[in-house]
């Protein structure tokens, strides 16, 4: 029979560990950027440095979360049910950097699209899940329990529909991406490597962007008593940065050396 704490915290420390790992894989990336970024403009830099650090706060901040329910209140189940300081943290930092890579995204397709009127539809879904989420903040900071985020409707109402914008908004950047992606395919090997290259790249990483945003939406509507949709935030966190970082680093590492990240269109 599975325990009250396994039932609640099981599947927060398996994705932790992943969360961990693609960490692991994010900060690969983001030297790699670091070697081939000579050329890039100083906002890229920005954003890439940016990235990179919130989501070290992010791993942080999860790493404490994990540290607080496992061990210094262990053999107190009944204290799971208080949000440790290190939650909504946790939360802040992750929407800051989905903000930041979305963000840049969206600006991205509007470049490739030579700033097309249809690059609207994500730029709106953009600034809605923006607004929702930073709504969320005040609400995660407010409550003192996991069982309140469930029980009070207007907050689950809300986080409901950040869930769903987010899920709408990931999909709708990634179908964009990749189809502007396809169109600027010239038919030279110089460059169209490199472009096939970022679009399987894209559809990696938007996959386990999309992937992490219906796991997040699918374990807060359905386990109300597991803190899984917490791990799940910090999954679709780190899956952006490496979506973010893919985007310059997308082909095998010996050929990244030899392509300053300036030249991917």
Known sequence: MV???????????????????????????AYVFMLSCQKDSVFTKTIAFAVWTLESLVSAFMVHALYHYTMEIFGHPDLIDNMVWSAPSLYTADRIVVTLVQGYCVWRIWQLSAKSFST??????????????????????KFP???????DHLTRQVIISCLSVGLASD?????????????????????????????????????????ASIGLLATYLSAKASLAFVGFITISSV????MFFGLYVPVPFPLVLDIPSSHIP
């Open 239 to 242: 899956s952006y940065a490496n």
């Open 145 to 151: 329990t996991w069982t309140k985020i469930h029980q």
């Open 171 to 211: 999909i709708a950047v990634m179908a964009y991406m990749i189809h502007f992606l396809k169109r600027d395919q010239t038919g030279f090997k110089g460059t169209d490597h490199v472009i096939r290259a970022m679009i399987s790249s894209t559809v990696n990483s938007g996959a386990g962007v999309v992937a």
């Open 120 to 141: 609207i539809v994500p730029a709106l879904l953009w600034i809605g899940r923006t607004a929702i989420s930073f709504t969320i903040l005040a609400f995660l900071w």
């Open 3 to 29: 325990s009250e704490v396994e039932s609640r915290l099981g599947a927060l420390v398996v994705e932790g560990c992943l969360t961990l790992m693609l960490y692991g894989v994010l900060t690969v990336q």
